[in-house]
């Protein structure tokens, strides 16, 4: 929508959505980065995974944004970093690919998410864990809940893509393989560049102060 007594300035107001889990979610800017990896890729079907703070999956039929859902996975990981019991055991600068692949295999292992998390902690009293990152293992129990519960909502068949930065797209590339998920990374940089792009050029069809049909607006309500 234009902004009043501006010239040629614009607001995107964000996408809303009822979740596959039925519940309603939000996001606020990932949109451009969606419409320009469908631009990147020439598209027009695609699920496309935005790890982060909140990390989205977001499924993209007939070059629409269909839905979502949003994981708490990256905040979570700080919050228990910086204001939990166990922090004091969780040492970020310290990675360790086998910590985090044994994360992934017991995210999908009995008790859930809050017991395996916890798990990081006993283990340091129960166990020598020396020369393991139980910062990892808690990455690789976080991701691979995100992982396990992102495939039952969206249920993906074929090539995923994938905007994060390049450690974040490491993670989850590990994670995808013991997932049997395949990804396709794509420039987080470029895709904002070619969404903003697109989102530029649709505002520039606006005619009489309303904008004609964009991608977003088939997306359900809350």
Known sequence: MPVPTESNVFLVPGVRCV???????????????????L????????????????????????????????????????LLHHHSSIGAVLNREKQNNASFHKGLAESVGPGGMLNQVFAARARTLC??????SMSAYLSGILIGSEFSHGKELFTPEGELLLIGDNH????????????AVELRPLDPAETVVKGVAQICATTSTTHGGHRKQNQTQDVSPC
Request: glycine share 10%.
């Open 127 to 132: 166990e020598d864990v020396s020369g393991q």
């Open 39 to 78: 631009e990147i890729t020439g598209l027009r079907d695609a699920l496309v995974i935005l790890p982060g703070t909140h990390s989205k999956w977001v499924r993209v039929i007939e070059g629409r944004i269909h839905d979502f859902a949003t994981f708490f996975t990256g905040e979570m990981f700080a």
């Open 168 to 179: 974040l797209a490491e993670l989850y590339q590990q994670a995808a393989e013991r997932f």
């Open 19 to 37: 979740s596959p889990a039925g519940t309603p979610d939000v996001m606020r800017g990932e949109e451009s980065q969606v419409f320009g990896a």
